[in-house]
């Protein structure tokens, strides 16, 4: 079957999700009415891009052909129940028999067209095929024949291949790939008729270009000259950076004619869009190529890849690529990683709603051990598949992914990154075992916003006035805020303001100073002096009246009374010894706002708890962060497991199910790979909220293979997991 959605249609779908899950009982309405909409909203769709639900990629290396098995593949591929493949085509080598000049047909081709036999062989399978290109690098005689599609260094040289010297690097913006490889993919489509081309490394490669074709075509676009600044927050870098990006996407739309042209049913796919926004706005299937982790990354890090894209995709299909080996800085492309870490990097795709991409390089194999875990995942997929087609997440928080922050918002000290700041909440995120979503700041719509009730602001420093009003209006709409540090201090061009553009949200004002870095401050925990309690944020906390501070904080004066959970100790010597100890002990500095607005709830941190959090790890600040959100969150938790161990829950919607994806982190490797062994950690219990008006008929453990034991309380469904290995899902069907 094949579905495929808009993204009004997406919007139309989430919006009828949300309308599930935010209704309460006796208003609400059923569930198979929400089914029929959605249904309605897949109507009318084209295209092929949601069908195919395992992938492959196979990327040959120039001495394959003659020498690698496409049979021994084909096979591997009908084992595995791939439904689609991407199949290395041409760019910096050519694996058919090309015609186009200065397109260097693989040393090794002969009469061969390994390509072409491995596209038959996959239609044969009933496989989609995706061609592979890869246009970043040039051999020397294209070089000689047009010196001007090479890059360009900033001291006009051409730019030598920093991996293999004998190649050019070739300008990403200019005649090379406009012209000459869209006469690549025109061929490459007209000859075989594939469903699209994948353009591997499309966008500028080794640094920025100063070739005569950049310096003429930013001048016509700008009047100015290339700027030689790499400051993000100088006005001529960010005009730069922003023509780059609208350059890439008209080469995106270029490619995308031309392949259409040839095959009305194909599409161009990049792999990496210029930004989101514009994946949002022309893909209609995109893959993430974040193929296996590096130096300190946790796990899951696959599944926040997945989230980013969905920010903007909505439920169009999103594909993980993942590599069989290690993928450290050195580059050992031939390796390969221990099962238990490659199980786990997938489970995470998974359970965030990626479709499996195993990619290989090279068709000659040195290191088999990566063939069977493979084909173990791929077939627990394909037995499952009804529980991964998935319609709809069920999360009702959701962290803002903020591009423009990211880009312009280097932080406001040495030490502050705004990156580490939504890596900390994320982290809290998934420590909380709290199913989450992030949502884009190009599309804070009410139909994307109004289906979460929390929308989490981690340092999202970098925010228009429109955006800023959009979020202003979600809480009017009832919707809560939890926004930390710097969070629309600065507009979206990364320019200071006088206060924060949500100061009326927060109840206060940007006093002037940020302090920071900051050693040996603390938090005093206070008590209500009228009710002799302590607020729910502080749950779990008794048996102190002190944490730790962040490292960073920002000065605000508040507009209105608040309650004071949370005061200031600032810092004092932490050296020499016998001068350790607080010169004020306490203070009147609120260090947490919070405010009830109706059925919103705002909270406000002004310190980098987010950040400290991924610097420290201390667990109070986790402990505050879940307690903040469960308290912003104003409503029973979709999802609530208790058990031991650190896991990664999710839940989704299928068209007669849901599901509660739970997978295990816990390992001593989580934070740095690859894991030796899988720990299982369990029992769990699981407590999901049904929505409105069902009545789960059948509840199972997909990767146990059982029917657990289960209590249905009103909407509430507990269920015992005696043991998560890697990767359990509760399915429900309804
Ligand atoms: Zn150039």
């Known amino acids: ?60 290396v120039e001495n394959d052909p003659g020498r690698f098995d496409p049979q021994f593949w084909l096979d591997y591929f009908r084992r595995l129940h791939a439904d689609a493949a991407t199949l290395s085509a041409g760019g910096i080598v050519a694996y058919y028999p090309t015609e186009i000049p200065l397109h260097h047909r693989s040393a090794w081709l002969g009469d061969g067209d390994p390509f072409g036999t491995l596209v038959a062989g996959c239609r044969a399978l009933g496989m989609r095929v995706v061609a592979r290109t890869d246009p970043h690098a040039v051999r020397d005689d294209v070089r000689v ?85 790499t400051d993000p927050r100088d006005p001529a870098r960010r005009q730069f950076l922003e023509w780059r990006k609208a350059r890439l996407t008209e080469l995106w739309k270029k490619w995308d004619a031309t392949v259409r042209d040839a095959n009305p049913d194909a599409r161009f796919i990049p792999n990496g869009p210029p930004d989101l926004k514009t994946a949002g706005e022309l893909a209609a299937i995109q893959f993430t190529d974040n193929q296996a982790r590096r130096g300190v990354t946790p796990p899951w890090n696959n599944g926040r890849r997945a989230k980013e894209l969905r920010s903007v995709m909505g439920r169009r299909p999103i594909g993980g690529i993942f590599s069989v080996g290690l993928e450290e800085p050195y580059r050992w492309k031939d390796s390969v990683q221990s099962e238990p870490e490659i199980r786990l990097w997938v489970a995470e795709g998974t359970a965030n709603g990626m479709r499996p991409c195993v990619t290989k390089f090279s068709g000659v194999l040195y290191d088999r051990r990566w063939l069977q875990p493979v084909e173990r995942l791929y077939q627990w997929h394909f037995e499952h598949e009804r529980y991964l087609r998935n319609e709809a997440p069920l999360a009702r928080v959701a962290l803002l992914h903020s591009e423009q922050t990211a880009a312009y918002h280097p932080g406001v000290a040495t030490g502050d990154r705004a990156e580490d700041h939504m890596l900390g909440m994320y982290h809290a995120l998934v420590e909380a075992r709290i199913p989450f979503e992030l949502v884009h700041e190009a599309l804070l719509t009410p139909e994307r916003l109004d289906q979460f009730k929390l929308l989490i602001l981690a ?76 607020h729910p944020i502080l749950e779990g906390m008794d048996d102190t009246s002190r944490i730790i501070n962040g490292v960073f904080r920002i000065e605000v004066r508040p507009s209105q009374p608040f309650p004071s959970p949370v005061t200031l100790i600032p810092s004092y010597p932490d050296l020499p010894m016998e001068d350790v100890y607080p010169r004020v002990s306490h203070t009147d500095t609120r260090e947490v706002y919070l405010r009830t607005l109706g059925n919103s709830r705002i909270v406000y941190i002004p310190w980098d708890i987010d950040r400290t959090f991924w610097d420290v790890m201390c667990v109070d600040h986790g402990r505050l962060l879940r307690n903040a959100i469960r308290w912003a969150a104003n409503e029973p938790p979709l999802v609530d497991v208790e058990g031991p161990g650190l896991l990664d829950v999710t839940a989704w919607r299928q068209r007669d199910s849901m599901t509660v994806h739970l997978v295990n982190l816990t390992n001593p490797m989580m934070m740095k790979g690859p894991l030796r062994e899988t720990i299982p950690v369990g029992p769990q219990r699981v407590r999901v909220r049904l929505p409105p008006q069902t009545r789960a008929k059948r509840v199972q453990l997909l990767t146990a293979g059982t029917s657990p034991r289960v209590e249905e309380s009103g909407n509430m469904l507990t269920v015992i997991v005696p043991s998560v290995d890697v990767h359990e899902v509760v399915a429900i069907d309804f």
């Not at 959605?5 to 929400?34: C, I, N």
């Open 459 to 534: 340092d999202r420093a970098a925010l228009s006035s429109e955006q800023c009003a959009a979020i202003r209006g979600y809480v009017g709409r009832g919707g809560s805020v939890l926004a930390t540090f710097a969070t629309s201090l600065y507009d979206e061009t990364g320019r200071q303001r006088a206060d924060f553009g949500l100061a009326d949200l927060f109840g206060v004002s940007f006093a002037g100073q940020i302090q920071g870095p900051m050693q040996n401050s603390y938090l005093t925990l206070e008590t209500d002096p009228e009710t002799g309690r302590r």
């Open 145 to 229: 024949a047009h010196p001007d599609w090479i890059s360009t260094t900033h001291d006009g040289k051409p730019l030598q291949h920093w991996a293999n010297p004998d190649l050019w690097v070739t300008c990403a913006l200019g005649p090379y790939n406009f012209d000459f490889m869209d006469r690549v993919h025109r061929e490459i489509v007209t000859k075989y008729k594939v469903d699209g081309v994948f353009a591997n490394r499309w966008a500028p490669q080794g640094g920025d270009c100063y070739c005569i074709h950049c310096e003429r075509n930013f001048r016509e676009a700008t009047g100015a000259a290339l700027p030689r600044t």
């Open 1 to 60: 079957m094949t579905r495929n959605l808009s993204r009004r249609d997406f919007l139309h779908v989430t919006g009828a999700a949300a309308f599930v899950s935010s209704r309460s009982p006796g208003e609400s309405p059923t569930v198979s009415t929400t089914i029929e909409q959605s249904g309605a909203a897949t109507a009318g769709m084209d295209g092929w891009f949601d069908g195919p639900m395992r992938w492959v990629q196979l990327t040959l």
